[in-house]
């Protein structure tokens, strides 16, 4: 039973291992994939688990809580995992259609792998100390990955993107140090319990030094500048990755550690977020309208939307936390949908800049469709998953009064849908500035994108299962209660 | 470096150093010392080696390329962390058993992977930044 | 002693702030350094000085006595060991930007490569541009 719970590390790890103990390439392919396939399969079974009985936790080394580290799963963790785990299959289609030999070489499935293995363990751990060893784990597997193959954009976004992620690991590390000298513990539902006895005014600068040290790696308003800066650099099938799932740690740490730790003075607290859920919306979509590079203005949609899940985390009610989690998993579908699809045409028309794009809508019809899908999705449209997303938090936030939010939301979903139709306009509908004889698109590179546009459909059309998970989550989430017996209460 | 004092304490000092490396993993075991340090000094033999004698004499002494020594180490450290599996205890519960009178146990086999894996990541850093430093100038000219 | 502990982490905060705050990347490392051993220091400070705080006590009672707590030290050594390695990746990254970029000054390096003129929704002004 505890093992189910290290499956979703142990198989990434696993597999990352042999991608560099073997050196032939048609294995490390096929490892990858079957890798992949692996995680998902123990994620869906995790999820089935947690479902089923509760909470899960496990004690590594068995030593017990809280002095040993506790790998724990709820809702919230386990939904994680799987969308991981989607959003990880998809990427290894895409890159075994792709097949970028020197690449692949190099050791992209191991750092995929690794990459995932990280990810994973900041979704599972219980403990505060170890969440930052699981951020670094991820980090540097995405440094390698960020200037995999040394081509100068890609040197450059990586300067930056080390950078910025290095300030975001002392400051984590700085507010750990802090939290633990305040309470004397680090394991989360320990730290829970004890919490309560901080000065508030302490209590309430460790959260914003928590704030910043996430965000950052989240990037919200106003630690955002990075993202578009590093992501457009790196072929598809790694920042299709780093957009799906490295933000999306950032925002569970919050989620995490704002629903959980730092609940004693909301009303400063969760205030703060609900302004950088704004501010980030706002010129998140805005900058994005001004962009004419697919890749950086997806960038900028991506930090935009990033807003959507604070502001659920701001409100603090269950519909809108279960609104912020379901938020979160369909967004990593979706930006991944997009991204990966950016790199089709980038193949299709040697080019993402937007002015020098066009009449893809006449020789490839149906990949303007498969646009259209994660597009609309991201904009908000019904009948698609982003609908109902952005309907729950929407509804969230005309419950809890909160009305000036809940405009930005509405109006930042208009102008994505008219950056999005932009988009549309620019690649698709227009005649293309130079001629340029259509290419066959590989189906290989087709099938992914075609398999998270439908997965958005299909998860709009039939949202009722996910949103109750969802709400689930939430459920949790706002009674820690639940978390800190599961952590504590297996060893005593 | 082409003198003669280095190129021959060199050869003296490094199996010095390799021994001492493993010296100081085994002490990991119940005193100050582990797998990271002794890997250290390991690195410290390469390097001074390389440093002597050129990197192509270096690579000749490694059975591995570095990075595939990284893959086994994490093997190593991986098996050691799935042992408790067949004991039906948590992951990386620490199983200790009897050699010969010496007690061994997981924690002991995890070490040497972490030694083998801190040697090939920092070797392999090492030996990459000298390769560029060796083409840099060729390059420029 | 916690009292000068907390001006030792202040002033190598700071020499570390004004370190990453240059333009050049080699300063920012050097920054990073720093202002990495600020931070392990105030674990340490954090985590209390001094032997007189037993981390276990046993079920009866009695105080493990003379050991100090274990966990900050532990704590700092994961972080300098995680520091190190991210410091050798940035040498490594840095000497292969200099080799590639040609420079280590960060402001030197553009955000993007390629200038994108934003497409605009009116026809006109396309037309203008393209």
């Known amino acids: 039973m505890s093992w189910l719970l290290v499956l979703p590390l142990l198989i990434p790890l696993t597999t990352g291992i042999l991608c560099l103990v073997v050196a032939s390439r048609p294995a490390q392919r096929v490892l990858g994939l079957v890798g992949a396939l692996g995680l998902l399969a123990a994620a869906i079974t995790l999820l089935v688990q947690v479902n089923q009985r509760g909470i899960q936790a496990v004690q590594v080394g068995n030593w017990p809580a809280p002095f040993g580290i506790t790998f724990v799963a709820d809702h919230l963790s386990a939904l994680m995992v799987l969308i991981t785990g989607v959003v990880a299959m998809v990427v290894a289609l895409y890159a075994l259609a792709e097949g970028d030999q020197p690449r692949e070489q190099l050791g992209y499935y191991a750092l995929c792998h690794f990459l995932l293995f990280g990810v994973n363990g900041a979704f599972l751990t219980g403990d505060l100390f170890n969440l930052y060893v699981w951020f670094e784990v991820l980090l540097l597997s995405s440094f390698v990955l960020m200037i995999l193959g040394g081509s100068k954009a890609q040197l450059m976004g990586g300067v930056k993107y080390?950078?910025?992620?290095?300030?975001?690991?002392?400051?984590?590390?700085?507010?750990?140090?802090?939290?633990?000298?305040?309470?004397?513990?680090?394991?989360?539902?320990?730290?829970?319990?004890?919490?309560?006895?901080?000065?508030?005014?302490?209590?309430?600068?460790?959260?914003?030094?928590?704030?910043?040290?996430?965000?950052l790696k989240a990037a919200v308003f106003p630690f955002f500048f990075w993202l578009p800066a590093s992501y457009p650099?790196?072929?598809?099938?790694?920042?299709?990755?780093?957009?799906?799932?490295l933000t999306k740690v950032g925002v569970y740490a919050l989620i995490r550690v704002f629903t959980l730790l730092f609940t004693q003075d909301t009303a400063f607290t969760h205030t703060v977020l609900l302004w950088v859920a704004g501010l980030t919306l706002l010129l998140g979509v805005l900058l994005a309208l001004a962009q004419g590079e697919l890749k950086r203005l997806l960038s900028f949609q991506l930090v935009s939307h990033i807003g959507y899940m604070l502001m659920g985390l701001g409100i603090l009610s269950p519909l809108a936390l279960a609104g912020s989690v379901f938020y979160?998993?369909?967004?990593?579908?979706?930006?991944?949908?997009?991204?990966?699809?950016?790199?089709?045409?980038?193949?299709?028309?040697?080019?993402t800049v937007l002015v020098r794009m066009g009449g893809l809508y006449q020789s490839h019809p149906w990949l303007a469709v498969l646009f259209l899908l994660p597009a609309f999705s991201l904009a908000g449209l019904p009948p698609f998953s982003g609908?109902?997303?952005?309907?729950?938090?929407?509804?969230?936030?005309?419950?809890?009064?909160?009305?000036?939010?809940?405009?930005?939301?509405?109006?930042?979903?208009?102008?994505?849908?008219?950056?999005?139709?932009?988009?549309?306009?620019?690649?698709?509908?227009?005649?293309?500035?130079?001629?340029?004889?259509?290419?066959?698109?590989?189906?290989?590179?087709?099938?992914?994108?075609?398999?998270?546009a439908l997965l958005t459909l299909g998860i709009g059309l039939w949202a009722e299962?996910?949103?109750?998970?969802?709400?689930?989550?939430?459920?949790?989430?706002?009674?820690?209660?639940?978390?800190?017996?599961?952590?504590?209460g297996v060893s005593r | 470096m082409n003198t003669l004092i280095l190129?021959?304490?060199?050869?003296?000092?490094?199996?010095?150093?390799?021994?001492?490396?493993?010296?100081?993993?085994?002490?990991?075991?119940?005193?100050?010392?582990?797998?990271?340090?002794?890997?250290?000094?390991?690195?410290?033999?390469?390097?001074?080696?390389?440093?002597?004698?050129?990197?192509?004499?270096?690579?000749?002494?490694?059975?591995?390329?570095?990075?595939?020594?990284?893959?086994?180490?994490?093997?190593?450290?991986?098996?050691?962390?799935?042992?408790?599996?067949?004991?039906?205890?948590?992951?990386?519960?620490?199983?200790?058993?009897?050699?010969?009178?010496?007690?061994?146990?997981?924690?002991?086999?995890?070490?040497?992977?972490?030694?083998?894996?801190?040697?090939?990541?920092?070797?392999?850093?090492?030996?990459?930044?000298e390769e560029t430093a060796d083409r840099t100038p060729e390059e420029a000219s | 002693m916690e009292i000068w502990m907390a001006f030792l982490v202040g002033g190598l905060t700071a020499v570390g702030v004004y370190l990453m705050l240059r333009p050049h990347l080699i300063q920012f490392l050097i920054g990073f350094l720093v202002l990495g051993?600020?931070?392990?220091?105030?674990?340490?400070?954090?985590?209390?000085?001094?032997?007189?705080?037993?981390?276990?006590?046993?079920?009866?009672?009695?105080?493990?006595?003379?050991?100090?707590?274990?966990?900050?030290q532990a704590l700092i050594l994961t972080a300098i060991v995680i520091g190190f390695a991210l410091a050798a990746f940035g040498i490594v990254l840095f000497f292969r930007a200099q080799a590639v970029l040609h420079t280590l000054n960060a402001e030197a390096m553009p955000e993007t490569l390629e200038a994108a003129p934003a497409p605009s929704p009116v026809d006109e002004v396309r037309e203008e541009r393209t």
Request: hydrophobic fraction near 60%; proline fraction near 7%.
């Open chain 1, 465 to 488: 299962p996910l949103l109750g998970l969802s709400q689930a989550a939430a459920q949790e989430l706002l009674e820690p209660s639940r978390y800190i017996e599961a952590v504590l």
């Open chain 1, 328 to 351: 979160a998993l369909n967004h990593m579908i979706v930006i991944a949908a997009l991204f990966l699809l950016a790199g089709l045409l980038q193949r299709l028309q040697g080019t």
């Open chain 1, 387 to 452: 609908f109902w997303a952005k309907f729950t938090l929407v509804a969230a936030g005309l419950q809890a009064g909160q009305y000036a939010i809940v405009t930005v939301a509405l109006l930042v979903g208009l102008l994505t849908l008219l950056s999005m139709g932009l988009v549309f306009a620019e690649a698709f509908w227009k005649n293309p500035p130079k001629p340029f004889s259509p290419s066959a698109t590989p189906p290989g590179l087709v099938l992914p994108v075609a398999l998270l």
């Open chain 3, 37 to 72: 051993n600020a931070a392990n220091l105030l674990i340490f400070t954090a985590g209390r000085l001094g032997s007189s705080f037993p981390p276990l006590v046993q079920p009866s009672g009695t105080v493990l006595e003379p050991i100090a707590n274990p966990l900050p």
């Open chain 2, 7 to 129: 190129k021959t304490t060199s050869r003296f000092l490094f199996t010095l150093l390799l021994l001492l490396s493993v010296f100081l993993l085994l002490r990991g075991h119940n005193e100050p010392g582990g797998g990271f340090i002794g890997a250290l000094v390991a690195v410290g033999a390469y390097a001074l080696f390389a440093l002597a004698h050129g990197l192509s004499a270096a690579r000749k002494l490694l059975p591995l390329p570095p990075l595939r020594l990284v893959g086994w180490g994490l093997l190593v450290a991986l098996v050691s962390a799935l042992v408790a599996f067949f004991l039906d205890k948590p992951l990386m519960t620490g199983v200790w058993f009897s050699l010969f009178g010496v007690k061994i146990g997981t924690p002991v086999i995890f070490d040497i992977g972490v030694y083998l894996t801190v040697f090939g990541a920092l070797l392999s850093a090492i030996f990459g930044l």
């Open chain 1, 233 to 245: 650099a790196p072929p598809v099938m790694i920042s299709a990755l780093f957009a799906g799932l």
């Open chain 1, 162 to 215: 080390f950078a910025v992620s290095l300030l975001s690991s002392i400051l984590f590390l700085v507010a750990v140090g802090l939290l633990y000298g305040a309470t004397g513990a680090l394991n989360m539902a320990d730290l829970a319990t004890r919490v309560g006895s901080v000065a508030p005014g302490l209590l309430s600068a460790l959260a914003m030094l928590f704030l910043g040290a996430f965000g």
